[in-house]
């Protein structure tokens, strides 16, 4: 079966960190560039971070300098490492293959097709 599987979500104090973790399932995540979305209560859901199938990297603003996405093969998993972590990043988080990274880059998002359940992230103040 093929699909996606977060986990690594939590409560964590402001400043804190968590890694969350998108491992692949039925196809080799290699080949796919994987993006991180988030959606917060009432808001839209908006792009993270990709990694492209080549390991190009992209954040979107309100991360850069505190999330590291990463890939890591023989686990068939991606990783957003998440440091200083502040309240308005409380959402739930979404991995999605986004061939190109556009999903990430240009807000496309609904055309993604293959999603995972999602991991909740709150941080406290």
């Known amino acids: 079966q093929v699909q996606l599987v977060e986990s690594g979500g939590g409560l964590v104090q402001s400043g804190g960190s968590l890694r969350l973790s998108c491992a692949a399932s039925?196809?080799?995540?290699?080949?796919?560039?994987i993006g991180w979305f988030r959606q917060a209560p009432g808001k839209e859901r908006e792009g993270v971070s990709c990694i492209s199938s080549r390991d190009f990297q992209f954040y979107a603003d309100s991360v850069k300098g505190r999330f590291t996405i990463s890939r890591d093969t023989a686990k068939n998993t991606v990783y957003l490492q998440m440091n200083s972590l502040k309240p308005e990043d409380t959402a739930v988080y979404y991995c999605?293959?986004?061939?190109?990274?556009?999903?990430?880059?240009?807000?496309?998002?609904?055309?993604?097709?293959?999603w995972g359940q999602g991991t909740l992230v709150t941080v406290s103040s």
């Open positions: 039925g196809f080799t995540l290699d080949y796919y560039a």
């Open positions: 999605a293959t986004d061939g190109g990274c556009l999903g990430v880059n240009t807000g496309g998002y609904k055309s993604l097709e293959l």
